[in-house]
């Protein structure tokens, strides 16, 4: 023990801390597609059970600490079941009634009943725990959320099932968007559709066409595997490459100044303000400081707006000015 170092103690045991907390959860996966893998780009998810990748060291913090912040929570959640005399069962795992290939793993449902067979009401939490907070769940979240509540509606047809996303940081913020979301048809119709296509390629070895997302930079196969990536034109140019290194590298301290003014601000208010006196406006050197509370803001379900309402929908669609887009990744 002395005569190692002790962040390459903690490098070399946290692969089998990480997959000893992931077991029931992944139990199988390489059989089967999942709810986060129904909301996400279709051939990594194939490509992940076929030629799975060792993660890296903060991917696997990243696994740690979600699995530590739901552990945590356990109590919150156990409290929120018996003020309002509802069951709270963790951890349930939902089959599509006509196909096992096609499976969700739901982190909390609360129900009024003594168990889910009897209830006539059911409350999906789907926890998510990132760096940063997004000031709207991402699409795959939601899309993951309906493909449960999806599954668990048709699995217990007499409830009413309804879902929220929770979502933490690491600073302490949270959110559950002001949303509970409920059962929509044709989004579940669809999302089982696409379950069924990326099902078919995992058991024929064939390869399905990717989906282009905000996360394609951090996909272990999109220089390897990704058609989109590979069809992508190689420039050599000094200068270009030069630039292109530049362009990165701010990107990544202006992700990094916007982590640390997050966890300032969280700090600050915590210093500032109480439960009591929620609000803080003064002077502090020569800098005002103004700490205030807003309204949310007032979102819309477009899926769902769509479906049940095209008409209106049509009607009040306004398609913005295009943009362009730099990115590197």
């Known amino acids: 023990m002395f005569q190692h170092s002790l962040i390459s103690q903690v490098e070399e045991v946290l692969p089998s801390v990480c997959k000893k907390n992931s077991e029931e ?8 597609i999942g709810g986060s893998e129904i909301g996400g780009c279709p051939l990594k998810a194939i490509l992940s059970k076929r030629y799975p990748t060792e993660p890296d060291v903060p991917t696997l913090w990243h696994y740690l600490r979600g699995h530590t912040r739901e552990v945590s929570l356990d109590l919150v959640h156990v409290t929120i079941a018996k003020r309002y005399g509802w069951k709270l069962t963790n951890q349930v795992r939902v089959y599509h009634p006509q196909n096992r290939g096609l499976r969700v793993h739901i982190d909390r449902v609360y129900s009024n009943g003594e168990t889910l067979e009897i209830s006539t009401q059911m409350l999906i939490v789907e926890e998510k725990c990132s760096a940063v907070i997004p000031d709207t769940p991402w699409d795959s979240w939601i899309e993951q959320l309906q493909f449960q509540i999806g599954l668990l509606q048709h699995t217990y047809p007499q409830a009413e099932v309804r879902g ?43 390869d399905p066409l990717p989906t282009e997302s905000m996360l394609c930079g ?37 992700k990094t100044i916007q982590k640390r003014q997050k966890e300032i601000k969280f700090h600050l208010r915590k210093m500032l303000t109480s439960q009591d006196q929620p609000r803080f406006k003064g002077k502090i050197g ?44």
């Open 286 to 329: 020569e800098k005002v400081v103004s700490i205030s509370r807003r309204n949310g803001r007032v979102t819309c379900d477009l899926m769902v707006l769509e479906d049940q309402f095209p008409d209106a929908y049509a009607q009040t669609r306004k398609n913005g000015n295009d943009y362009t887009v730099v990115e590197v990744i």
């Open 218 to 254: 951090f996909c272990a196969y999109k220089l390897t595997h990704c058609p989109k990536f590979r069809q992508a034109p190689q420039i050599t140019s000094d200068e270009v490459m030069a630039t292109v290194e530049e362009l990165g590298e701010i990107t990544k301290q202006v």
């Open 25 to 32: 959860v992944l139990e199988g996966r390489n059989k089967i």
């Open 164 to 206: 929220s996303v929770y979502a933490t940081d690491l600073s302490g913020a949270h959110s559950d968007y002001g949303v509970k979301f409920s059962y929509n048809d044709t989004i579940y119709k669809r999302l089982v559709k696409k379950g069924n296509m990326m099902l078919k390629h995992l058991l024929n070895g064939t």
